[in-house]
């Protein structure tokens, strides 16, 4: 299965600790170039700054996709995330910003995000979702109670897919 991942849901995961988690879910983890770029930015905490400056092998950069102007609302990395799973036949795309979510979802890619993946390892046994989240939760990641909630049981349902 192969994911592109926007920058977000890989900011967090280093912050968590719970970075080597994407490899284990997916077959190819891809990032355009400009991903990258904001995960080498001057505001990166310094965990993400290091993670970044020495990438993991299992994360395939790819150049920038051609800027699609309907995007334009979009920041730089999240117009390339969006654009790349069409180009490469992505069967997900990892993205947090709800703005990025829902215009990823008008394009018909599957999108999951950051708790989705948690979740995922959680029922792999690859993490504990409670502890990821209470690590999640120290950070400025915004967490919806109702979202908490729905993911929880869904996890009691023992669902495959989040």
């Keep these: 299965m192969i994911v592109v991942a926007d920058s977000s849901p890989l900011h967090y995961l280093v912050l968590i600790h719970a970075a080597d988690v994407p490899p284990t879910l997916y077959t190819q983890v891809l990032a355009p170039k ?43 990395g999240e117009c390339a995330a969006l654009s790349l799973p069409l180009l490469v036949h992505a069967d997900r795309l990892l993205i947090d910003d709800w703005d990025g979510r829902a215009e990823a979802q008008s394009r018909h890619l599957f999108v999951i995000g950051t708790l989705g993946v948690l979740a995922r390892a959680h029922q792999l046994q690859l993490l504990d979702f409670d502890v990821a989240l209470a690590r999640l939760s120290q950070t400025n990641f915004y967490l919806s109670k109702q979202l908490i909630d729905s993911i929880r049981r869904w996890l009691s349902l023992g669902k495959n897919q989040p």
């Design 34 to 76: 400009m991903v990258m770029d904001e995960l080498r930015g001057a505001g990166a905490p310094a965990a993400v700054a290091a993670w970044i400056a020495h990438p993991p092998s299992w994360l395939e950069v790819h150049p920038d996709p051609p800027l699609d102007p309907t995007l334009a609302r979009l920041d730089p």
